[in-house]
């Protein structure tokens, strides 16, 4: 099979920007909004996220020619089950505080729909290479995603940038950028989780808006100096045929 | 006996309003924004969800005592999921031969429910919590009709939206995860609801 | 689609299953004893955070069959080689979630403070501002449970009293 220059570029980008899993396809919704509270959550969540996304794609496009059409799904269901239960046991022993603070997001990974529709339409199709970099695209797409989120909550509602309480081998450290008393600590409650959701894809639904604009008016225009020229060459081609 | 009874429709009443679901504990988001823009189909969706909750847990909770019998308590989630979705098969199948109308209105939702996690994460979180078997279906029961509530006042609320002069930007899904923030915020109004009983 | 088909596609299932077993199987064997330690390390913090730096637990009893409805173990500190109090550790769980706390009491069995080990509450952070910190240094009484976060509330105070019992039966 030959294929085009930069395809593996490509494919490892598109879940990052034209794919993204979290804001443009919407998927995995569930862990971005309660797993963002602070950063720090959110980076832990990506991280589990993308283990458990890039082993089951290994895993289901390896075994692609065996598992035959119809236990497609239970199939898929138990890998990424026991993908999740390793990664869950693992957090608990070596990110103790990690596994208390995600508790039992880290389960629901399993019915992530992003890593059974990973499963489903990529890897089961593609080889195990163009699988594993797929996956590694839309597990640091998403991971990028919640942090972005993640930022946005944590230093509107708690007016503070702390680091060190989870991942414990970093010193702690605490950065105040509001200050004390003018927090808006509705960010870290659900309803903050949503208004900060809806303004992220507003945000990105308003620059989609503007790309098409500028594209129709260019177009427009495009048009319009086709129109002019074929107009002049025809006033000049029937002054020519006067 | 009262006592018992007033605890149990306490604890319906509190994880189906005060701690609810979609609205604070953040289950089931995806179905919630992906199936509510009609009313109909969100009623269904809703349905479903409560049937296969409740299903669940009768199963799930005696699955784990087994499981913790055989000392393979760590292979919960597993079971959990495959009880899910063979659960979601066979109530398929069930309501296609009884009642075809239903499961022509039904039908299509009954595959999301397996990846709902307001499913998986109920009967995760009764087994992790070391509820008691009463406690966990109060817990089931609330969850999934405050599960159901949710997406139907919601979907109300969408379906006037539809007509709404929204800007640009905001049109679709923006302006409706702004109607679930206010939601929330309605229902973080609940809290500390019972305070003054005494149990 | 013949009979054979199916028992291929049974085989390949219970494959599946049966390998995912042995993998969970194996991690569980590797991470048991690192949990259980990280669970140790956290207890001996919250005997620190309660009595100081020097305390250290001598002694640990189980109390899972006791009949308690929350108390499950028991510890004893001591600092220095002397024997400096006793700390309990509850567990107990409603509709928001799992609580779990080490209760420390001190020489004349006087209540001398709680450690959280794990709090999944829902409202977890409303229930630590408003109740367990105050509770702690002594500006909130026990049975004022009304903080927004009451039921999470009355099982940390139920917890409490019934530790409080326990540490006069454990003192005779």
Request: net charge positive.
């Given at each position: 099979?030959?294929?085009?220059?930069?395809?593996?570029?490509?494919?490892?980008?598109?879940?990052?920007?034209?794919?993204?899993?979290?804001?443009?396809?919407?998927?995995?919704?569930?862990?971005?909004?309660?797993?963002?509270?602070?950063?720090?959550?959110?980076?832990?969540?990506?991280?589990?996220?993308?283990?458990?996304?890039?082993?089951?794609?290994?895993?289901v496009?390896?075994?692609?020619?065996?598992?035959?059409?119809?236990?497609?799904?239970?199939?898929?269901?138990?890998?990424?089950?026991?993908?999740?239960?390793?990664?869950?046991?693992?957090?608990?022993?070596?990110?103790?505080?990690l596994?208390?603070?995600?508790?039992?997001?880290?389960?629901?990974?399993?019915?992530?729909?992003?890593?059974?529709g990973?499963?489903?339409?990529?890897?089961?199709?593609?080889?195990?290479?163009d699988?594993?970099?797929?996956a590694?695209?839309?597990?640091?797409?998403?991971?990028?995603?919640?942090?972005?989120?993640?930022?946005?909550?944590?230093?509107?509602?708690?007016?503070?940038?702390s680091?060190?309480?989870?991942?414990?081998?970093?010193?702690?450290?605490?950065?105040?950028?509001?200050p004390?008393?003018?927090?808006?600590?509705?960010?870290?409650?659900?309803?903050?989780?949503?208004?900060?959701?809806?303004?992220?894809?507003?945000?990105i639904?308003?620059?989609?808006?503007?790309?098409?604009?500028?594209?129709?008016?260019?177009?427009?225009?495009?048009?319009?100096?086709?129109?002019q020229?074929?107009?002049?060459?025809?006033?000049?081609?029937?002054?020519?045929?006067? | 006996?009262?006592?018992?009874l007033?605890?149990?429709?306490?604890?319906?009443?509190?994880?189906?309003?005060?701690?609810?679901?979609?609205?604070?504990?953040?289950?089931?988001?995806?179905?919630?924004l992906?199936?509510?823009?009609?009313?109909?189909?969100?009623?269904?969706?809703?349905?479903?969800?409560?049937?296969?909750?409740?299903?669940?847990?009768?199963i799930?909770?005696?699955?784990?005592q087994?499981?913790?019998?055989?000392?393979?308590?760590?292979?919960?989630?597993?079971?959990?999921?495959?009880?899910?979705?063979?659960?979601?098969?066979?109530?398929?199948?069930?309501?296609?031969?009884?009642?075809p109308?239903?499961?022509?209105?039904?039908?299509?939702?009954?595959?999301?429910?397996?990846?709902?996690?307001?499913?998986?994460g109920?009967?995760?979180s009764?087994?992790?919590?070391?509820?008691?078997?009463?406690?966990?279906?109060?817990?089931?029961l609330?969850?999934?009709?405050?599960?159901?509530?949710?997406?139907?006042?919601?979907?109300c609320?969408?379906?006037?939206?539809?007509?709404?002069?929204?800007?640009?930007?905001?049109?679709?899904?923006?302006?409706?995860?702004?109607?679930?923030?206010?939601?929330?915020?309605?229902?973080m109004?609940?809290?500390?609801?019972?305070?003054?009983?005494?149990? | 689609?013949?009979?054979?088909?199916?028992?291929i596609?049974?085989?390949?299932?219970?494959?599946?299953?049966a390998?995912?077993?042995?993998?969970?199987?194996?991690?569980?064997?590797?991470?048991?004893?690192?949990?259980?330690?990280?669970?140790?390390?956290?207890?001996?913090?919250?005997?620190k955070?309660?009595?100081?730096?020097?305390?250290?637990?001598?002694d640990?009893?189980?109390?899972?069959?006791n009949?308690?409805?929350?108390?499950?173990?028991?510890?004893?500190?001591?600092?220095?080689?002397?024997f400096?109090?006793?700390?309990?550790?509850?567990?107990?769980?409603?509709?928001?979630?799992?609580?779990?706390?080490?209760?420390?009491?001190?020489?004349?069995?006087s209540?001398?403070?709680?450690?959280?080990?794990?709090?999944?509450?829902?409202?977890a952070s409303?229930?630590?501002d408003?109740?367990?910190?105050?509770?702690?240094?002594?500006?909130?009484?026990?049975?004022?449970?009304e903080?927004?976060?009451?039921?999470?509330?009355?099982?940390?105070?139920?917890?409490?009293?019934?530790?409080?019992?326990?540490?006069?039966?454990?003192?005779?």
């Open positions: 099979m030959k294929r085009e220059k930069g395809f593996t570029k490509r494919n490892f980008l598109k879940g990052i920007l034209a794919e993204n899993p979290l804001f443009v396809s919407i998927l995995g919704t569930c862990p971005a909004l309660a797993t963002t509270k602070t950063v720090e959550a959110a980076i832990g969540m990506g991280i589990l996220f993308t283990i458990v996304l890039v082993c089951s794609s290994i895993l496009s390896l075994l692609r020619k065996i598992i035959s059409e119809e236990i497609r799904t239970p199939a898929y269901i138990v890998i990424i089950a026991t993908f999740v239960t390793i990664v869950k046991m693992f957090t608990n022993a070596f990110l103790p505080e596994y208390l603070t995600l508790g039992v997001f880290i389960s629901l990974i399993v019915v992530n729909c992003i890593v059974l990973r499963a489903e339409a990529y890897a089961s199709k593609n080889t195990v290479f699988s594993l970099i797929d590694l695209g839309m597990g640091l797409g998403y991971t990028l995603a919640i942090i972005t989120m993640a930022v946005f909550r944590e230093i509107l509602g708690t007016g503070a940038f680091f060190g309480k989870i991942f414990t081998f970093i010193p702690y450290f605490k950065l105040q950028i509001i004390k008393g003018y927090e808006i600590s509705l960010f870290q409650n659900p309803a903050g989780a949503f208004i900060v959701f809806a303004l992220i894809l507003a945000v639904a308003f620059i989609k808006n503007r790309k098409a604009e500028l594209k129709s008016n260019l177009e427009k225009q495009e048009k319009i100096r086709k129109q020229e074929a107009k002049m060459a025809a006033e000049s081609s029937g002054g020519e045929s006067k | 006996m009262m006592k018992i007033v605890t149990f429709v306490l604890a319906i009443i509190s994880s189906m309003l005060i701690d609810n679901v979609v609205l604070s504990r953040f289950y089931g988001i995806c179905p919630f992906g199936v509510s823009k009609k009313v109909k189909s969100s009623l269904g969706m809703g349905l479903a969800v409560v049937f296969v909750i409740m299903l669940a847990t009768l799930c909770w005696p699955l784990y087994l499981l913790q019998l055989a000392g393979i308590a760590f292979m919960d989630t597993v079971a959990y999921i495959l009880v899910i979705a063979s659960l979601v098969q066979l109530v398929g199948l069930f309501i296609k031969k009884y009642s109308t239903l499961y022509k209105n039904l039908g299509i939702y009954l595959p999301l429910i397996t990846t709902n996690c307001a499913v998986l109920v009967v995760q009764n087994t992790d919590q070391a509820l008691t078997f009463l406690d966990s279906i109060a817990n089931a609330g969850t999934s009709i405050g599960f159901l509530i949710v997406i139907v006042l919601f979907s609320i969408r379906v006037r939206l539809e007509s709404a002069n929204t800007p640009k930007a905001f049109k679709g899904l923006p302006i409706a995860l702004i109607v679930a923030a206010i939601m929330a915020l309605a229902f109004g609940l809290q500390g609801l019972f305070s003054g009983i005494n149990l | 689609m013949g009979k054979k088909h199916y028992v596609v049974s085989i390949t299932l219970g494959a599946i299953a390998i995912s077993a042995v993998l969970i199987g194996v991690t569980n064997l590797v991470t048991k004893d690192r949990i259980i330690q990280n669970e140790k390390n956290r207890i001996a913090a919250g005997i955070e309660i009595f100081g730096n020097n305390s250290l637990i001598s640990e009893e189980d109390l899972k069959d009949g308690y409805a929350y108390v499950n173990y028991s510890y004893t500190v001591k600092a220095n080689d002397e400096f109090g006793y700390a309990l550790r509850t567990t107990g769980s409603n509709m928001y979630g799992k609580i779990s706390l080490l209760v420390g009491f001190g020489m004349t069995y209540f001398s403070g709680i450690y959280v080990i794990i709090n999944e509450q829902t409202y409303t229930l630590e408003n109740y367990l910190i105050p509770l702690n240094e002594g500006s909130k009484e026990l049975d004022d449970v903080c927004g976060a009451t039921y999470g509330a009355k099982l940390v105070r139920d917890m409490i009293n019934e530790a409080s019992e326990v540490i006069l039966e454990i003192w005779k």
